[in-house]
């Protein structure tokens, strides 16, 4: 669990609250740095809840989805609760409904 002279005492207050962390794999363009970035948070944060976003095009930010399916499949497969980016539809300008990955 996160902590030490630093960071402690939010950490501190995060757990008295009773509030859950929810890392993400924010700037992550490529499954294996998502996937390592996920097991990375999980070791510091100690929670197996993830955002899973993987960057697919630098310019618009909007997600790779063949790459977010494959780290989700991993990630589930290593215990996570994966919670995928939803990609905006830009001719719609809506987000794609798209519902946590239980596994």
Do not use: Y
Request: charged share 15%; aromatic share 10%; net charge neutral.
């Amino acid at each position: 669990m996160a902590g030490g002279k630093q960071g402690g005492a939010f950490f501190r207050m995060i757990g008295d609250l009773g509030t859950r962390i929810l890392p993400n794999t924010a700037g992550c363009h490529t499954t294996s740095e998502a996937v390592l970035t996920a097991q990375m948070a999980r070791e510091v944060f100690g929670t197996n809840w993830i955002k899973l976003e993987v960057i697919g095009h630098h310019d618009t930010l909007q997600p790779d989805v063949f790459a977010l399916v494959d780290a989700a499949r991993i990630l589930c497969a290593d215990g996570f609760e994966v919670f995928p980016t939803r990609p905006t539809i830009w001719w719609w300008g809506k987000s794609c409904s798209m519902p946590a990955a239980r596994c």
